[in-house]
């Protein structure tokens, strides 16, 4: 059984439309990271949030952490292609903990 | 200029066959981490070392040996190779332990035929 349960698995939206994924776990994180995947590539990070209630913005994209610090939201506004990608969120129990946990990502395809 | 670098990017072998994935940082990281990524994307940790400490083994074969000759270097060696180890092989390092963000490598995609 996975930690971190991301849904959807998969999106394809129309360039300019909006979107959210969910990243949830019965678990509690001192702390959750948001990753971009694109093909033939190794993750890139986009955002790490660590307190319960924290958003993040990252030009069209928007982060959430929830306030029991067991689920996270990843909202991008006016998608656009260069948006297409594997988002992966990632987390860590314990705050020193050596162990990044990954969700099974969601794959967004955003069509010009 | 690149901050994680694997080597090779391909690699496709024979069943029993040896071989070896070499990665190494650039960042001044303390901590790096070998990633296997399997056909449905799903990233499992295999092994992590700080300082050149190994610090997480995971339920992985014994055929799978990672050595780290100092803190900027972790290089990958599988012996006996098996068909189920055909996968996306991913290094990745972090400043400080865990929580921080990582850098990943580009991967190096296994085959074994």
């Known amino acids: 059984t996975q930690l971190l349960e991301q849904s959807p698995q998969f999106l394809s939206i129309q360039e300019g439309e909006n979107l959210t994924v969910y990243c949830n776990s019965s678990?509690?994180?001192?702390?959750l990271q948001w990753y971009r995947q694109e093909p033939g590539e190794g993750p890139v990070l986009l955002v790490t949030?660590?307190?319960?209630?924290e958003v993040k913005k990252l030009k069209r994209l928007t982060f959430q952490f929830g306030d029991a610090r067991k689920d996270s939201s990843l909202h991008i506004t006016a998608a656009q292609p260069g948006d297409t990608g594997l988002y992966l969120c990632?987390?860590?129990?314990?705050?020193?903990?050596?162990?990044?946990?990954f969700g099974a990502g969601t794959t967004v395809t955003v069509r010009a | 200029d690149t901050a994680v670098s694997q080597t090779p990017k391909y690699l496709v072998t024979q069943m029993g066959n040896d071989k070896s994935i070499k990665c190494e940082q650039n960042?001044?990281?303390?901590?790096m981490y070998w990633y296997k990524q399997d056909s449905k994307k799903f990233l499992k940790i295999m092994f992590s070392?700080?300082?050149?400490?190994?610090?997480i083994n995971e339920t992985v074969p014994n055929r799978f040996s990672p050595k780290s000759p100092d803190k900027a270097h972790l290089n990958l060696h599988i012996n006996s190779l098996e068909l189920g180890d055909s996968a996306v092989y991913f290094c990745?390092?972090?400043?400080?332990?865990?929580?921080?963000?990582?850098?990943f490598g580009s991967g190096t995609r296994l085959t074994v035929v």
């Open positions: 990745a390092s972090s400043q400080v332990v865990g929580n921080y963000g990582y850098t």
């Open positions: 960042l001044g990281h303390d901590t």
């Open positions: 070392y700080n300082n050149k400490e190994l610090i």
């Open positions: 990632a987390g860590a129990i314990r705050r020193n903990d050596y162990k990044l946990s």
């Open positions: 949030v660590v307190t319960g209630g």
């Open positions: 678990s509690v994180f001192s702390s």
